[in-house]
Antibody
Framework: QVQLVQSGAEAKRPGASVKVSCKTS????????IHWVRQAPGQGLEWMGW????????KYAQKFQGRVTMSRDMSTSTVSMELSRLRSDDTAVYYC?????????????????WGKGTTVTVSS | IQLTQSPSSLSASIGDRVTITCRAS??????LAWYQQISGRAPKLLIY???RLESGVPSRFSGSRSGTDFTLTISSLQPEDFATYYC?????????FGQGTRLDIK
């Protein structure tokens, strides 16, 4: 079955970087965009951007431009999201999610399968 | 595009019919999805394209659209339905979510 398995919780200092991974299985890795969404404690969902595993294309939300980098590892069918210059308000659960269709135009879409989330805590 | 959900919270009983509304600040066609999030877990897709039921989701969930107003209806609440519900638009960037509607037991 389709699965997205995320890396474990991270604790970081302000100013540091964090890299969260999302290992995919059960489908063609290059066939679906992966989005990243985060959720601060007690808050709603916030879209961060997407990554295209087929051609390493990206689109980032303006809020995260310059601080976020998404990448892939083809050998393990893994997509990663790195966030730099961390601040306390980056404390959140970070989710990867697959889009609901496999066309190359399906970047702007809903998300049908989600990882369980990775908790990132930023504190001095 | 701003999505405004109402109500922000709701108390209901098992067997009740519940309706949650999501209003878009501008036209988004039917590019709207609904998710359920049980506390501490990842969101789960319920409805996409405003009214299409995701495979495996119980038929007591339904979605509808009237212009820029979207509705999620649960026809008969079950114990496992108590959760927070979010709408999401995918008509244009940036992708946005509603602020959430928390549904708890009366």
């Amino acid at each position: 079955q389709v699965q997205l398995v995320q890396s474990g919780a991270e604790a970081k200092r302000p100013g540091a970087s964090v890299k969260v991974s999302c290992k995919t299985s059960g489908y063609t890795f290059t066939g679906y965009y992966i989005h990243w969404v985060r959720q601060a404690p007690g808050q709603g969902l916030e879209w961060m951007g997407w990554f295209n595993p087929k051609n390493i294309g990206t689109k980032y939300a303006q809020k995260f431009q310059g601080r976020v980098t998404m990448s892939r590892d083809m050998s393990t069918s893994t997509v990663s999201m790195e966030l730099s210059r961390l601040r306390s308000d980056d404390t959140a659960v970070y989710y990867c999610a697959r889009v609901g269709c496999s066309s190359s135009s399906c970047h702007l879409y809903y998300m049908d399968v989600w990882g369980k989330g990775t908790t990132v805590t930023v504190s001095s | 595009i701003q999505l405004t959900q109402s109500p922000s919270s709701l108390s209901a009983s098992i067997g009740d019919r519940v309706t949650i509304t999501c209003r878009a600040s501008q036209g988004i066609s039917s590019a709207l999805a609904w998710y359920q999030q049980i506390s501490g877990r990842a969101p789960k897709l319920l409805i996409y394209d405003a009214s299409r039921l995701e495979s495996g989701v119980p038929s007591r969930f339904s979605g509808s659209r009237s212009g820029t107003d979207f509705t999620l209806t649960i026809s008969s609440l079950q114990p496992e339905d108590f959760a927070t519900y979010y709408c999401q638009q995918f008509n244009s960037y940036p992708i946005t979510f509603g602020q959430g509607t928390r549904l708890d037991i009366k």
